[in-house]
């Protein structure tokens, strides 16, 4: 049997302090791994807080020289990225997951 856990994550960590704190509390009482996708902010707090097991990246083939101009992760730690799988998707897409370390 398989369990399916919804929840709005963004009113679950409202009130509740930092996003590496509440992050911690989530995690260590989880019944199920934990996924978050989008909140660039909340991701980048929560990797400064040592929280992140993976980082999967996907890959799209496409160079977007005019429109690519953020950096992704901009303000975030420096932090070395051990892959731990690899996989195409549909001949063409990547999908990437590594583990991440802080640097230095």
């Known amino acids: 049997m398989t369990a399916t856990y919804t929840f709005d994550v963004f009113s679950t960590l409202?009130?509740?302090g930092s996003y590496?704190?509440?992050g911690d509390r989530l995690k260590r009482?989880?019944?199920v791994p934990l996924r978050s996708h989008g909140?660039?902010?909340m991701n980048?707090?929560?990797m400064a807080a040592g929280l992140v097991d993976?980082?999967?990246v996907t890959v799209f083939p496409v160079i977007s020289g005019q429109t690519g101009t953020a950096p992704l992760f901009r303000g975030a730690a420096d932090?070395?990225?051990e892959l731990i799988e690899a996989?195409?998707?549909d001949g063409h897409t990547q999908e990437l997951t590594y583990r991440p370390r802080l640097h230095g």
């Open 14 to 16: 409202d009130g509740y």
């Open 20 to 22: 590496g704190e509440e």
């Open 29 to 31: 009482d989880s019944a």
């Open 39 to 41: 909140s660039l902010s």
């Open 44 to 46: 980048r707090a929560l």
């Open 54 to 56: 993976q980082i999967m």
């Open 79 to 81: 932090f070395d990225l």
């Open 87 to 89: 996989r195409t998707l």
